[in-house]
């Protein structure tokens, strides 16, 4: 039996910290491996989603969203080509999920429903940036934590 995993460390904004609104956790096009484990979207159609049922850490079931926001692939002005894990707050929430840990999906060939959990350890932040004129000791100093997807196996 096939098992793929797939891990994303979260950001600040992806668990709600920044008080802003995300529409989920992006799924980059190129994550061919992640997307081939998610439901097909057609392109063809407008915003295609698609319900997954995933089991948590804790047994308990969750639907997330699975959606293709392509509006730019439909209308002229449209700026959305991108796929997304949406109606996730809730699980970030009741798991106490923070920036750092990380997300990971997961799913047999032979199994209807996902897994999905945090993991706990917090990630290593990638060494500080500083803008064009600042230096070491300035207030502009910013970490940046790696967020792409990564398959585990």
């Known amino acids: 039996m096939k098992i793929r995993v797939f891990r994303k460390i979260l950001s600040a904004n992806d668990v709600g910290s920044t ?3 995300q529409g989920g956790i992006l799924i980059p096009k190129g994550e061919k491996d992640l997307l081939g484990i998610l439901p097909h979207l057609d392109a063809a159609v407008k915003n295609p989603d698609a319900w997954i049922e995933c089991i948590d850490e804790n047994g308990e079931l969750r ?6 926001y392509n509006n730019k692939l439909h209308e002229s002005k449209g700026t959305r080509n991108e796929y997304r894990l949406t109606h996730m707050t809730g699980y970030f929430k009741a798991t106490l999920a923070r920036e750092g840990e990380s997300f990971e999906i997961s799913r047999s060939e032979n199994d209807a429903h996902y897994a999905v959990r ?7 932040v990638a060494p500080p940036t500083w803008g ?3 230096t070491a000791d300035s207030d502009s100093m910013r970490i940046k934590i790696r967020t792409s997807w990564r398959r585990v196996c």
């Open 19 to 21: 008080g802003g609104h």
């Open 118 to 124: 945090i993991l706990r350890e917090v990630a290593e």
């Open 63 to 68: 639907r997330f969203r699975f959606v293709y």
């Open 132 to 134: 064009k004129d600042a």
